[in-house]
């Protein structure tokens, strides 16, 4: 099982500023198969990036992701107030897929 | 336009039994590999099965290995899931889940919330 592991548990940022979320995977991801999801409270899941860097349609620019191997990357250029939410990264190069345990990003 | 609705979420004694069903619509059912996930309210997203898009082929994680079964009708496009013996650990909200492409789940449900309590 490939266990992914976020950091940091918290990011506390203004809007504005830059979010750099990480996601370590215990063993390669085969083919960047990576994604980024956002959850607000009460609501499902978002997908956001897969395949390590694409954006998911309908996602704005802001919302980047990049790496591959074991360290992949989530990037806000510039928060606005509705991205102040809780972001997974998981793994569909194996199975089972799993899920890293979520960056919280709040408003500072 | 996409749409996933579950259903079937509730209060359950343990060791009792429960059907969720995730009803889809604004596409080809039938063509897409599904994904059951559960959430415990306050925690993070947990991979619990999956099934192809013939239902041919399933899988599970092994904490509910044995006590669920995924299933899926492509003529009433809807998705299943039984759970039996079910215990507190498995109180959470179940997600269902389209699959696109490689494997990224690019639709959700709104999710339907199972409480395994006496």
């Known amino acids: 099982e490939i266990v992914l592991t976020q950091s940091p548990g918290t990011l506390s940022l203004s809007p504005g500023e830059r979010a750099t979320l990480s996601c370590r995977a215990s063993?390669?991801?085969?083919?960047?198969?990576l994604a980024w999801y956002q959850q607000k409270p009460g609501q499902a899941p978002r997908l956001l990036i897969y395949g390590a860097s694409n954006r998911a349609t309908g996602i704005p620019e802001r919302f980047s992701g990049s790496g591959s191997g074991t360290d992949f990357t989530l990037t806000i250029s510039r928060l606005e107030p509705e991205d102040f939410a809780v972001y997974y990264c998981q793994q569909y190069a194996g199975s089972p897929r799993t899920f890293g345990q979520g960056t919280k990003v709040e408003i500072k | 336009e996409v749409q996933l609705v579950e259903s079937g979420g509730g209060l359950v004694q343990p060791g009792g039994s429960l059907r969720l069903s995730c009803a889809a619509s604004g596409f080809t059912f039938s063509g897409y590999w599904m994904h059951w996930v559960r959430q415990v309210p306050g925690k993070g997203l947990v991979w619990v099965s999956r099934i192809s898009s013939d239902g041919s082929s399933t899988i599970y994680a092994d904490a509910v290995k044995g006590r669920f079964i995924i299933s899926r009708d492509n003529a009433k496009n809807t998705l299943h899931l039984q759970m039996s013996s079910l215990r507190a650990e498995d109180t959470a909200i179940y997600y269902c889940a389209r699959v696109f492409g490689a494997g990224q789940f690019d639709s959700w449900g709104q999710g339907t919330l199972v409480t395994v309590s006496s």
């Open positions: 063993q390669s991801v085969t083919s960047s198969y």
